[in-house]
T-cell receptor, first 113, second 115 residues
């Protein structure tokens, strides 16, 4: 949905642990979802995507789960590393006259040594 | 993978002046590019959709006469912030959509500071 947050939710995990970042989306007609990673002062970097006809997709150390019933998306990062510290955004693809992405509010992930 | 560049990466300008930001897709042709704005500790907000050879489509609340968008070629879109004011200070990010796909690849962003 539209992001209106004034501060980012944060998640701190120990290096080597698994992390789960959650996202609620707003449009039940959304057909495509993407997770992006954004480091400070940089543009978003594609991590993994999933289409609405799937409920799970795995990549290298990352897994995305989609629950369309409750409009919920999650990103699981296995064996977190210091380089995983960043802000993570989910985005949903919607059609409002044209295809566009709507970003969630984001979650700041901090990896503790 | 697809690469998108932006120039400049950082710009400081005085209030009342105009600033142009360029967005280029380096290794693919993009008929559609997007411009986003991001304030500190907030998410990306779509400002407008830039279509090659036609007028841009602006999101509600975005002034088209203030944020001029030109998509003159399949690899270049420009955003001009006209008569900039301090409240226009933000991180501006462009993206380009891979033709025939939903995927968008993002540029590195441009930090605009208006003094």
């Amino acid at each position: 949905g539209e992001s209106v947050g004034l501060h980012l939710p944060t998640l701190s995990v120990q290096e080597g642990d698994n992390s789960i970042i959650n996202c609620a989306y707003s449009n039940s007609a959304s057909d495509y979802f993407i997770w992006y990673k954004q480091e400070s002062g940089k543009g978003p970097q594609f991590i993994i995507d999933i289409r609405s006809n799937m409920d799970k997709r795995q990549g290298q150390r990352v897994t995305v789960l989609l629950n369309k019933t409750v409009k919920h998306l999650s990103l699981q990062i296995a064996a977190t590393q210091p380089g995983d510290s960043a802000v993570y955004f989910c985005a949903e693809n919607i059609f409002q006259g044209a295809q566009k992405l709507v970003f969630g509010q984001g979650t700041r992930l901090t990896i503790n040594p | 993978g697809a690469v998108v560049s932006q120039h400049p990466s950082r710009v400081i300008c005085k209030s009342g002046t105009s600033v142009k930001i360029e967005c280029r897709s380096l290794d693919f042709q993009a008929t559609t590019m997007f411009w986003y704005r991001q304030f500190p500790k907030q998410s990306l907000m779509l400002m407008a959709t830039s279509n090659e050879g036609s007028k841009a489509t602006y999101e509600q609340g975005v002034e088209k006469d203030k944020f001029l968008i030109n998509h003159a070629s399949l690899t270049l879109s420009t955003l001009t912030v006209t008569s900039a004011h301090p409240e226009d200070s933000s991180f501006y990010i462009c993206s380009a959509r891979v033709p025939g796909s939903y995927e968008q690849y993002f540029g590195p962003g441009t930090r605009l500071t208006v003094t």
